[in-house]
């Protein structure tokens, strides 16, 4: 019988194949030359792609966690990155564009804040109440930039009005020292959107 192998387990793991997995369970730990473990291949993968053995890869990577895979494991990055991190939940959320995986690694209680810069790239009202409701830091940077800014930046009003109900901070600024207000007003947001940052910044 020939022995697991990394190429084995990442195959499984991206074809969802909770069952073919449990073969190289030991090397759940194991990376491929970008740092990605099974688990972040498993979550970065779309539902409805050819080939799936389940529908939303909850059942892989509830098999991933139950042989050791860590709930938190991080990609290796750039230091330009600033706080992001590409945890499996990142993936799940920003690749594979898969709520349901997100939900399910959310009720585990991974960190969902590295999520909130995916869900503001997309303006999916959706995904970002969910990532809310599981309380994650607000004001982290990535690029130099909170989720807040970012949004206010690329204009994604929906997530934008979420992030300020949630309590982010617009005071925080970027690398060229402007805030989500003055983003807000060279981009020129509607003005009831620059007045709620305006009255949010002088509450923070």
Known sequence: MKPP???ALFAAAKRWDAAALAAASE???ASDPR???ALNLACAVKPGA???AEPDGTQTATALLAAGADLEAAVPMDADEGEFRATPVWY???RGENLALVRFLLARGVDASPCLWAAVWRDDAVLCGALLAAKPRLNLR???ETPLFSAARLKRLKTLDLLIEAGADPSVPDRQGRDAVAIARARRLPKEVVARLEEARGAA
């Open 92 to 94: 799940a959320a920003a």
């Open 50 to 52: 050819a080939g799936l």
């Open 27 to 29: 090397l759940v730990t």
């Open 35 to 37: 740092g990605r473990m």
């Open 142 to 144: 990535a690029h130099g």
């Open 5 to 7: 192998t990394k190429t």
